[in-house]
């Protein structure tokens, strides 16, 4: 190391600076294993595991249960999961292993773990003539460190006899391949699985794609593969066999030989009974070789890019355990919906007949993004648990003179406010000086005191006495850059099915704020109308005429989820549209001033849906989505 490097990070020690990556690697070099990827941008695995990258534990909230007589239970308290919410962030949760949903009950438990990620964007491979144009490097490496960080921690919460298969088609493969040789190590590469899909589209100026990749990696040399599971018919001409040791027959094996690493199989057509209309859904038949292979009845199975909910059906078809997650609110309906009505999907050992049987009892949960509502009407034990997973805080009761403390946030006192036991009472000046005269002296320089927002009379996100900081964490809580390595960000809702698996990250959390829409229904003859009058989202700014907030609103939707048979039970979507479906697009020839006139009219005629009368029941519902991932959910009466 120069000396100028030494000086220039003392100075940013000194200022309380963040180190750039290449300096911490020159503080803390780690010893190279004999080949590895390097990018820009890549983390030192310890520092991911220890949260450095920004992107912590947060807890789940329990949407809805699906148990009772119509779901069969489980011998133990388990219940299968779908998650909505980013998965680095439910990984994390998942490693830290606290949160009383899943504690000791997923990490190292998992025997299976099978995704399939968005492919890296065409963007780094193509121009806009379409030839391959490497001038944007900086997509390709934040793809490659996205998949990275989740593989890492993935890892962790696998059981010591577990497997891993990841699914990828050519433009990204071979980094990923190198990926996983560092972090599962190469002696533990099982297969390089070839999924040969007959039904590619051919292309002119090359060979035909038609292939994707499956990468399985085990996590020790213990691992599962039931060979007698997934064994094929040999091929005409071929008689069975018996595996002999020194000429005698030591033990008849099954009739069948083990598959090949080329899976021969077509990808789904349009037509396919068991498609859900979700893009880049896998056929099940490919997810039960695989889960059968490497998982057996009763192990968990986990998939955190649940996306079409195809390893979710299969597993629980299989009689597996199961969890999935996905921060797309297309693939959480889907994934919803799927579960509901598994009973009337194909079965796997007869396509030509009904699996027949409902799911096992499951749970909806929300990881990141929390209806308010439902956190202050926890009762206080699960609202301190829920309160010190947002926060980051240890709790464990101690006292400093004689002044009860609910727990530590980086080694500093906490207290978790009792709204209810004192609600006609507020954080105020005066709390704050007689907290100080009794605690001041004893504390450090800091304190945080988590209550609801309306609990508080300050504006201000800390009060300081005597160089003690009273920092005040409040719910709904927004952004304090002093606690946090990266500002928060919140998910982008995708306004187009085409971009439904574009790569999103979440850092931090928030709490629903539900838009506000304005809808009629009407129904004329053989159809029923659906007209939204207006939208607008509650996390818009203000500060814009009543035309530009008018045109603003209904740009920032995302998509209309309906399901047009509603039970009244459970919401399973029938029919997503996307804005892009719904908001007028310029047409050709068209001028700059039509167009505008064209979406001003939005103010006056709304947006309008049809459907068929014949595909509608009694009751519908339907759930509108801002680009925020915000919904507002409305159930209609059809007459």
Not at 286 to 298: F, M, P, Q, V
Not at 526 to 542: C, G, P
Not at 617 to 636: A, E, H, L, S
Request: net charge neutral.
């Amino acid at each position: 190391m120069t000396k100028q490097q030494k000086e220039y990070i003392i100075k940013l020690i000194q200022e309380g600076k963040e180190l750039p990556e290449d300096f911490k690697y020159l503080l803390f070099p780690t010893k190279q294993k004999e080949y590895e990827l390097v990018y820009a941008g890549k983390m030192r695995k310890e520092d991911i595991l220890a949260n450095e990258d920004g992107v912590f534990p947060v807890p789940l909230q329990v949407e809805k249960v699906f148990n009772g007589n119509e779901y069969e239970a489980f011998g133990d308290d388990w219940k299968n999961m779908i998650v909505f919410g980013d998965n680095l962030q439910f990984l994390k949760t998942i490693y830290e292993n606290k949160d009383p949903l899943i504690k000791d009950k997923v990490k190292g438990k998992v025997k299976l773990i099978y995704i399939d990620p968005p492919f890296a964007t065409t963007d780094e491979f193509q121009n806009k003539e379409g030839a391959k144009a490497y001038n944007d490097k900086k997509k390709g490496a934040e793809f490659v460190e996205f998949l990275r960080k989740r593989l890492i921690v993935a890892r962790e919460i696998l059981a010591d006899d577990g497997s891993i298969y990841v699914h990828l088609d050519q433009k990204m493969s071979h980094y990923i391949k190198v990926l996983m040789d560092e972090i599962f190590g190469k002696q533990f590469f099982r297969n390089e699985i070839i999924w040969f899909y007959k039904n590619a589209s051919r292309g002119k100026n090359k060979f035909a794609n038609s292939h994707d990749l499956i990468f399985w990696f085990s996590k020790s040399e213990n691992y599962i593969f039931n060979r007698n599971s997934i064994l094929q018919d040999f091929d005409s001409g071929m008689t069975e066999w018996r595996y002999t040791k020194g000429g005698q027959a030591e033990k008849e094996m099954p009739q069948g030989k083990t598959p090949d690493d080329v899976i021969e199989m077509p990808s789904l057509n349009a037509m396919a009974k068991e498609r859900t209309g979700y893009p880049t859904q896998k056929p099940e038949a490919l997810l039960e070789r695989i889960i059968k292979a490497s998982s057996n009845e009763g192990d968990i199975v986990l998939d955190f890019f649940g996306g079409s909910g195809a390893t979710m059906a299969v597993a629980e078809k299989l009689g597996r355990k199961w969890i999935t997650c996905d921060l797309g609110k297309l693939s959480y309906f889907t994934m919803q919906k799927r579960i509901l009505q598994i009973q009337d999907s194909k079965d796997l050992e007869n396509p030509k007949k009904k699996y027949s049987k409902q799911a096992k009892n499951f749970i909806t949960a929300s990881l990141g993004s929390y209806d308010l509502e439902k956190t202050f009407e926890l009762e206080r034990k699960k609202y301190l648990e829920f309160v010190s997973g947002l926060f980051e805080i240890e709790l464990k009761k101690y006292k400093i003179s004689g002044f009860e403390f609910d727990g530590k946030k980086d080694n500093y006192p906490v207290i978790i406010y009792d709204y209810k036991k004192y609600k006609d009472s507020t954080i105020d000046e005066n709390y704050i000086n007689d907290l100080h005269r009794n605690i001041g002296k004893k504390v450090g320089s800091r304190v945080y005191i988590v209550a609801p927002i309306n609990s508080v009379d300050f504006v201000d996100d800390f009060v300081e006495i005597d160089d003690v900081r009273y920092y005040l964490l409040k719910i709904p809580y927004h952004i304090i850059n002093e606690l946090h390595k990266k500002p928060f960000v919140k998910v982008r809702q995708p306004q187009s099915k085409s971009k439904v698996n574009d790569i999103k990250e979440a850092i931090g959390f928030h709490f629903k704020r539900s838009p506000a829409v304005e809808t009629e229904v009407r129904k004329e003859n053989d159809e029923v109308k659906i007209i939204i009058k207006s939208f607008s989202s509650s996390e818009l700014s203000s500060d814009k005429t009543k035309e530009e907030k008018q045109k603003q609103d209904f740009e920032n939707l995302s998509a209309v989820f309906i399901d047009k048979t509603y039970n009244g039970k459970a919401f399973a979507m029938d029919e997503a549209l996307f804005v892009d479906e719904l908001l007028p697009k310029k047409k050709k020839g068209q001028s700059a001033e039509d167009f505008e006139k064209e979406l001003k009219d939005l103010s006056k005629n709304g947006v309008e849906i049809t459907l068929k009368s014949k595909e509608v029941g009694d009751k519908i519902m339907v759930v509108f989505t801002d680009i925020y991932g915000n919904d507002f959910t409305q159930t209609f009466t059809i007459s």
